[in-house]
């Protein structure tokens, strides 16, 4: 559903990506695993535009997106969850979905998915007169995810969505996005540095260093091979 | 005849404030999405203020049609400014959008000036007075009071009631957050500078109903100056605490006009503007943040 193709891209003058490439298979979780600072972030959002590429191809569908507009990429179905929530702290949960609904092709669909949202968490349901900057930060990640959800989308992009949460919050996060895939029916590539958690809910895993992929393959095949998870997963 | 007094000054106070506060929700609002200071403001409102008139003398044309007029023109400089010079400097250091609002000001008053020359005009608009009861108010001023607070209000229902309202308010609060959601951020930038450009050169439009002379092409800078105590009153980012900060003005300005020229031997007018701007610095003093804390 999404191929990267020796992507490149940095800020200023500094390259950040060098020529990572990778596949996300429709229907898959897909999880991108690697430590601090190795350029994750930077790849999800050059993929989704908001970092300009400098050079290499991404494919949506088969069809070539590299230079396509953030805001059309949205309403081709690509979603992303970028790091740093980027709420609207002083528009109320509710308000912060219906942007979700801001594509044209969301909004017919603005309640059906309000009601799927708010049945994968409840607790939004309660918050949603609320202003989403007085949340506490586990609700933020929640309504990030919904308002992303709210866009329609074919494949969810997620960086690093149990990100200071607590353990039992980081439990209800990816058992959601088990959901989307199972439930929804959505495609998933998921941002973690969190290796044992998306080990175990991916279906297949690459792993960044450096700013290009060092290793890839199935979960299980991660978890057998001692020197991929010496060399750059530390457990 | 102290009340009548009292009650006609807060009358006026009040149309003169709301067309203060319309004249300055351009400047928030541009600062409010760019974060774009526009030191320009007041050569825009010029702008307004000749375009009135021109369709005045030359075409016969009233001053209200004039409103969306001005606003059209404002629009298409907005873009045209926009497109030509802000976009590049967005992510620039602020001394430079200071400077290139500051050119685009001087730019806009030397055209002017090309065309129009430099000396004081006025122009002369019938349209009588009316009998509120308590105090006499020249129409021109009720006119331009009223259209003030009639395109604040229907700012504010565009900004709540449509789509382009909700991607501008969006971009406002989070401009990645609103990337995410399928804003196209770019163009989002691109007409809040030209809207807040167009409601400026809008209210040059009002300003001259209300005060009819003085209108050269170097008008502006005083009411860049009032523009930029009004905003930060209301609350430098909100288009709707910089009306409120306008009402409060407009209240301070002709209130203390009125009791200054009661005083025998005082030029009120130099008095006024001494007495406004002490009162506003100490009400930064006391609330640095705006009066309205910028919500
Ligand atoms: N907006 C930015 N401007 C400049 N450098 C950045 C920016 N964002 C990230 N970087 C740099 O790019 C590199 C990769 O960062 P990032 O993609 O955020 O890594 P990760 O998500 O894997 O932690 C880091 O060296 C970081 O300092
Ligand atoms: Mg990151």
């Given amino acids: 559903m999404l191929d990267v193709k020796d992507l490149e891209s940095g800020y200023g003058p500094m390259q950040v990506l060098w020529k990572p490439s990778l596949t996300v298979k429709k229907g898959n979780i897909t999880s991108l695993l690697g430590p601090n600072g190795v350029g994750k972030s930077t790849l999800l959002e050059t993929v989704f535009g908001s970092v300009p590429p400098w050079g290499g191809q991404v494919l949506y569908n088969g069809v070539d997106v590299t ?31 219906a942007m979700g609904a801001y594509p044209k092709k969301a909004m017919p669909h ?62 209800e996060v990816f058992e959601t996005i088990v959901k989307m895939k199972t439930d929804i029916g959505l495609t998933v590539l998921l941002i973690e540095q969190n290796a044992d958690a998306s080990l175990n809910s991916a279906d297949y895993v690459y792993i960044m260093h450096e700013g290009t992929i060092k290793a890839e393959g199935t979960p299980e095949e991660i978890k057998g091979s001692s020197e991929i998870r010496e060399a750059y997963l530390g457990i | 005849m102290f009340f009548e007094l009292l009650a006609g000054n807060l009358i006026q106070g009040v149309f003169l404030g709301a067309v203060y506060g319309m004249a300055t929700m351009g400047l928030s609002l541009i600062f409010g999405v760019l974060k774009v200071v526009n030191v320009g403001h007041g050569a825009f409102i010029m702008v307004g ?49 200071l400077l290139a609002t500051f050119s685009i000001g001087i730019l806009l008053e030397e055209v ?33 009071g009223v259209g003030s607070v009639v395109i604040a209000v229907l700012l504010y229902l565009w900004f709540n009631r449509t789509r382009a309202g909700s991607a501008m308010r969006s971009v406002v609060e989070d401009s990645e957050g609103a ?67 306008g009402l409060v003005f407009g209240l301070i300005e002709n209130g203390s006009y009125t009791l200054f020229a009661l005083l025998p031997g005082v030029e009120p007018f130099a008095l006024t503007r001494f007495l406004s701007f002490m009162i506003l610095l100490v009400i930064l003093l006391i609330r640095p943040t705006g009066l309205l804390r910028g919500k």
């Fill in chain 2, 49 to 97: 203020a000749f375009i009135t008139l021109a369709l005045f003398d030359g075409l016969g044309i009233s001053p209200i049609l004039a409103i969306p007029a001005a606003f059209g023109v404002g629009l298409a400089l907005g873009l045209f400014f926009y497109y030509t010079v802000i976009q590049r400097l967005i992510k620039a250091p602020e001394l430079a959008t």
């Fill in chain 2, 179 to 245: 990337r995410v959601c399928g804003v196209n951020v770019g163009a989002a930038y691109a007409w809040s500078f030209a809207l807040g450009i167009g409601l400026t050169v809008a209210s040059g439009v009002l300003l001259t109903m209300f005060i009819p002379v003085g209108i050269n092409p170097y008008m502006g800078g005083g009411y860049t100056l009032k523009a930029f105590v009004i905003a930060v009153l209301g609350g430098l980012a909100s288009p709707y605490g910089a009306f409120f900060g």
């Fill in chain 1, 110 to 171: 603005r309640e059906k998915n309000m009601q799927l949202v708010y049945a994968l968490f409840p607790r939004l349901k309660e918050r949603s007169e609320q202003a989403a900057g007085s949340l506490s930060g586990g609700e933020q990640q929640m309504v990030t995810i919904s308002r992303a959800l709210m866009t329609q989308p074919q494949l969810i992009m997620l960086d690093e969505p149990s990100q200071g949460l607590a353990p039992l919050l980081v439990r």
């Fill in chain 2, 112 to 144: 002017i000036k090309l065309v129009f020359g430099s000396e004081f005009r006025g122009y002369n608009w019938v349209v009588g007075k009316i009998d509120l009861g308590i105090t006499v108010v020249p129409m021109s001023k009720l006119y331009a």
């Fill in chain 1, 67 to 97: 230079r396509v507009p953030t805001h059309k990429k949205v309403d081709m179905g690509l979603a992303l969850v970028p790091e740093g929530k980027h709420l609207f702290p002083s528009m109320t949960v509710y308000e912060n979905l």
